[in-house]
């Protein structure tokens, strides 16, 4: 595969369809209540940090190689980030497997390792503000979500993985005979994590807590959209107390960095969020190399179920979040909202109204709900989806082109009568854009919503339990969520079926990606008891 192919892959949530040029008919059905586009409000944090962090310390890439990373609102340059290739992830590997063999790390007690844990939280705690605004100005995500749910939830994850840490541990096994067995629950080694642009910090906090609770050294791979928020709180977690070698990370693209991290023979175990694509590479890179184990958290194209007993106006708010939320970048995105006939000519009225309210503006403003696109390449992405939407003959509600003239910003989009063949029904668009179909009944929505190769997520809107509860069932998806959408309480599992990944992150289930089980056997000989 050519190593453009693979660094668009293995950096970004969502695969690239190409750019296209914009066509000329507009589409005059969006007006909105979104905030004026003025310039650019300036955040005031100053970024100190943009090399590689190797061994506790800040250096730049061996190549002395820079990438820029892009204000999504302008298409501006923030900064210049070091960019790692494959000398840097073998220097990174290289201090995690020596702080991992002959550091203090694994042979520290687990309670001094969750102590180091929760000083960090309470200094991501502190540091709330310049944290989110990084966050907010290298992704594009309104500040408010940022620093109001995204660091909070961080920060919750991180305590919670640290109350883990010394309550990790083995069995007692009764054999058939006169033998002592026990199991260990021992940490893998090396862990090569590589988080997405989308939820960058949040992605973090999902790998680095439960890989350091059970005593793994990491190297990460940031995304190279959004490498900031973690170079920073990285540097952070060192000031709390964590040992140089145990958490190394490395910016940069994928036929370098991310290419090297997942096919490393001294990489123990491997850690990937992104596309289907994607995942399918770095899966086959692990198995080239290693056999390395691999958690995979993919794409998904994820129903969005309204019964007939539905309160409209409460499942309309609850779709409309379920897919715009993140500007719609969220791989668990409600993308198929799948409406009963009998309430759907009301549902899609009022899915246009809410569409046409919401607010679109510099992420920076006080009530902005829509920020812009993570970057040009998604812009024109999710254009090109919307276009094939039209000439598919879905019913274009909302939206359906950029909003303003400057930076990624997308009008948020509706589209009715839309078909299970229609592109926008079938891929991961990951963006603004909400496709509204109809059902007879529940044998009809089961066999639709399951005819994916996607299982995420899915949501079902009803006041019926027995529904409830036939559709929790026949979804084959990893989290199913009744009258509520993405709700990512720290001890509740997340992960996908079919293509949408394998394995678990968050919760107890978290904690077995990142442990080995070892059986230990000894004779007993005249045992008191077996």
Known sequence: MAARRISSLLSSSATSLGRFSSWGRRINSFSTAAAAIDEPIHPSIQVDHTQLLINGQFIDAASGRTFPTVDPRTGDVIARVAEGDLEDVNRAVAAARKAFDEGPWPKMTAYERSRIMLRFADLLEKHTEEVAKLETWDNGKPYEQA???????????????????????GFTVPADGQHHVQTLHEPYGVCGLIIPWNFPLLLYSWKVGPALACGNTVVLKTAEQTPLSAIYVSKLFHEAGLPPGVLNVVSGFGPTAGAALSSHMNVNKLSFTGSTATGKIVLALAAKSNLKPVTLELGGKSPFIVCKDADVDKAVELAHSALFFNQGQCCCAGSRTLVHESVYDEFVEKAKARALKRVVGDP????IEQGPQIDNEQFKKILKYIRSGIESGATLESGGEQFGSKGYYIQPTVFSNVQDDMLIAKDEIFGPVQSISKFKDLEEVVQRANASSYGLAAGVFTQNIETANTLTRALRVGTVWINCYDIFDAAVPFGGFKMSGQGREKGIYGLSSYLQVKAVVTPLKNPAWL
Not at 147 to 169: C, L, Q, S, T
Not at 364 to 367: M, N, R, V
């Open 364 to 367: 920076f403003k006080t009530g």
């Open 147 to 169: 620093a109001k749910i995204e660091i909070p939830m961080v920060v919750r994850m991180f305590r919670y993985y640290a109350g883990w840490a010394d309550k990790i541990h």
